[in-house]
């Protein structure tokens, strides 16, 4: 077991960082439990509401910043990329330095950023400021965790990971909506000058709640080789899974990149048997239920992620609805999430993570399936069955597999076990969107000419199929202009029917992942370091 030390470095005649503190817990609003995971849920909601919320800025920033397609793009690799790249070096910050005055930093940056964005009068500063957003943001999601992990006791801990990836859903979910009032009825600055109040309230809150703590053993040096190599990996897998649907899974860059991610860590994986103090000490894989939680979030990530990307566009371009709409329409989805994730909480506290886990993804398996007979057709009410059952099943696997993750590691490594479980999301993410975007490309490409040519449509040119096969990729028909209405009609039901077929393909690869993903749970178990963290305060 991993002995821990709690730290109080912020109040009068506190000792210098990294010193042992011989004075009682604290009493009061300094390292209360419950108000901890207050204040860390609101500087988290920051972090996961951006992740979507811009999604629904994006065509009103082109407009007015005149803004080619690809340099928008940028507005949301540039974030994602900066951020799933540095969260596990992040995490070793909190190790080494405290994870309050991380997470206090993260929000300070995360916030100041955002302000920035909405003051820029050009697209380069936007995916400059969005880039510091992902690097600030990296610095806060790990430190939230390790306070969680640090500050309530083992019987606490699932119900206050439960709260917090209730948070974590309802913002990635509610992303959408919120995004589409603000674009609507005020404008798409305001989209980024909303984290401004939130990032000070959480601030405020940090300054008077959280409460340092140190684990005797922490680290006390950087792997600076092991940062860059790990960086140098994350980047070049990322980067590929963001740039292979432009260029291609056989283009030579795209493998380029691939292989570069896999030299790159097999690098860091031997330097890091070399060095004193290795970032990841490797040793931490060993433990079975860590490396599958780890890769449990990945399967859920891909699943997940992968998934919804079509259904924004099932909804929007298919059934024609607003982005206000599509989002109300996902409400079911948030809604499971924000009622499940407690109630997985208190499940896996009772019984351990395994059954919930795998319940959980096997859930999710149904709900995919389900997803994959979805029609242009489709009513609400059956979509709300299969977007409810979606969230049912995921809240069990955010909350057990970062238990897992967190309670499995070390208590002076829970920063990095906290971006671990990050990164982990951000890759499967980047891995779902990529691979069930290329089934999505691959789906279309095989049955639009042939679909084209049954709706007794003329023929198109090789360029031309080419085009029509990027736009009903995303649900578009491509309808030029002067076209005759029943010709129109025509080319709007082979581009849905052809879209539909390809979500209905990607559905189904997604629900094969998460059936994987049910074994993956059987070999998860309670974290056996969850009881080093200390309850501080009131319970």
């Known amino acids: 077991m991993t002995s821990q030390t709690t730290v109080d470095t912020t109040g009068p005649g506190g000792k210098a960082p990294g010193e042992p503190s011989d004075r009682p817990p604290a009493e009061g609003l300094r390292g209360h439990p419950w108000f901890t995971l207050i204040t860390v849920a609101v500087g ?3 972090v996961a509401l951006d992740g979507t919320i811009v999604a629904i800025a994006n065509p009103a920033i082109q407009q007015d910043l005149g803004a080619t397609f690809a340099e928008v793009q940028w507005i949301t690799n540039g974030y994602f990329l900066a951020l799933a790249v540095s969260l596990i070096t992040a995490g070793k910050l909190g ?6 005055q991380t997470f206090l930093i993260g929000v300070v940056g995360f916030a100041a950023a955002s302000g920035a964005i909405g003051l820029s009068d050009s697209i380069a500063l936007v995916v400059v400021f969005r880039v510091l957003q992902g690097l600030f943001g990296a610095l806060l999601m ?7 992990r640090a500050t309530f006791p ?5 119900m206050a990971i439960g709260l917090w990836g209730m948070v974590i859903g309802a913002s990635t979910a509610g992303g959408p909506i919120l995004g589409g009032v603000l674009v609507e009825h005020v404008n798409w600055q305001s989209v980024f000058f909303i984290n401004v109040p939130v990032g000070a309230l959480a601030l405020v809150l940090g300054g008077l709640i959280l409460l340092d703590h140190r684990a005797e053993n922490a680290p006390r040096s950087f792997d600076v080789l092991g940062i860059a190599l790990l960086s140098g990996a994350m980047f070049c897998l990322v980067w590929a899974l963001i740039k292979a649907p432009t260029w291609g899974w056989d283009d030579g860059s795209t493998w380029t990149f691939m292989l570069g991610s896999v030299a790159l860590f097999a690098a860091f994986g031997f330097w890091e048997t070399k060095v004193k103090e290795p970032l990841i000490p490797l040793a ?8 599958a939680g780890v890769m449990l979030m990945v399967l859920m990530a891909i699943a997940f992620m992968g998934g919804l990307f079509f259904v924004t566009f099932y909804l929007q371009n298919v059934h024609g609805m607003s982005p206000i709409d599509a989002g109300l329409h996902l409400l079911p989805l948030t809604g499971m999430m924000i009622v499940g994730s407690p109630l997985a909480g208190a499940l896996i506290t009772k019984l351990g993570p395994r059954i919930p886990l795998a319940g959980g993804m096997a859930a999710t398996a149904v709900a995919m399936y389900g997803m994959s007979t979805l029609e242009t057709d489709t009513g609400s009410a059956v979509m709300s069955i299969w977007f409810a059952l979606l969230g049912l099943g995921l809240a069990p696997v955010m909350v057990g597999a970062t238990e897992v993750i967190v309670g499995n590691a070390p208590m002076e490594l829970s920063g990095v076990a906290g971006g671990l479980q990050q990164a982990a999301m951000q890759i499967g993410g980047s891995l779902g969107t990529a691979v069930l975007g290329g089934v999505m490309a691959s789906k279309v490409d095989s049955d639009l000419a042939a679909n084209w040519k049954g709706a007794g449509l003329p023929e198109l040119t090789p360029a031309q199929l080419a085009q029509a096969s990027e736009a009903v990729q995303v649900g578009a028909a491509p309808v030029a202009k002067g076209t005759p209405p029943e010709v129109a009609v025509k080319i709007t039901d082979v581009a849905h029917d052809t879209f539909i077929s390809g979500m209905s393909t990607a559905s189904l690869v997604a629900a094969g992942v998460a059936v994987v993903a049910v074994f993956i749970a059987l070999l998860t178990k309670r974290g056996e370091n969850a009881e080093a963290g200390a309850g501080v305060g009131h319970i």
């Not at 190790?95 to 309050?100: C, E, L, S, V, Y």
């Not at 083992?154 to 699932?158: G, I, S």
């Not at 931490?284 to 490396?291: A, E, H, I, K, N």
């Open 154 to 158: 083992a019987e606490k801990l699932n």
């Open 142 to 148: 790990p430190a939230a965790l390790g306070l969680l």
């Open 284 to 291: 931490l894989f060993r433990s079975v239920p860590l490396s």
């Open 95 to 100: 190790d080494r330095f405290g994870h309050r």
């Open 44 to 46: 988290v909601m920051m």
